[in-house]
């Protein structure tokens, strides 16, 4: 069993930034194809961003060129540097650990509580 625990959620402006952490509970970290998913009101959950074991990233469209995910697998952690913002960006945002080499072949296995996210004027 995997435990993850996110944190850095809040409300930021449209254009702002902020900047998600993940921090997991095992010894196997490095094993794991890490990923950000994210659900807005009414929406489905959805895929952000996944960083494999072999640190390969791999961003949605919506967010690319603002989105960017790294790993620390030193500190069981993985991050979300978010960059202008939008309001569309608004959700819960969900670290996730799984398998998988790209965002369409990524299956979650173990999921966090989820960290607010609200772009707002």
């Known amino acids: 069993q995997v ?11 449209p254009g702002g930034s902020l900047k998600l952490s993940c921090v997991a509970s095992t010894s196997h970290f490095d094993f794991y194809t890490m990923g ?4 807005a009101p009414g929406n489905q959950r959805e895929l952000v961003a996944i960083t494999t ?8 469209d919506a967010v690319k060129d603002r989105f960017f ?4 697998n030193a500190k069981n952690a993985v991050y ?16 996730s650990a ?19 996210v609200t772009v707002s004027s």
């Not at 996110?6 to 409300?11: A, I, R």
């Open 69 to 72: 995910m790294s790993r620390a």
């Open 53 to 60: 074991h072999r640190w390969v990233a791999d961003v949605a």
């Open 80 to 95: 979300l540097q978010m960059n202008e913002m939008k309001p569309e960006d608004t959700g819960v945002y969900y670290c």
């Open 3 to 13: 435990q993850l625990v996110e944190s850095g959620g809040g409300l930021v402006q």
């Open 98 to 116: 799984g398998a998988g080499e790209s965002l369409s072949t990524y299956q979650p296995a173990y999921w966090g509580q989820g960290t607010r």
């Open 36 to 39: 950000w998913y994210r659900q």
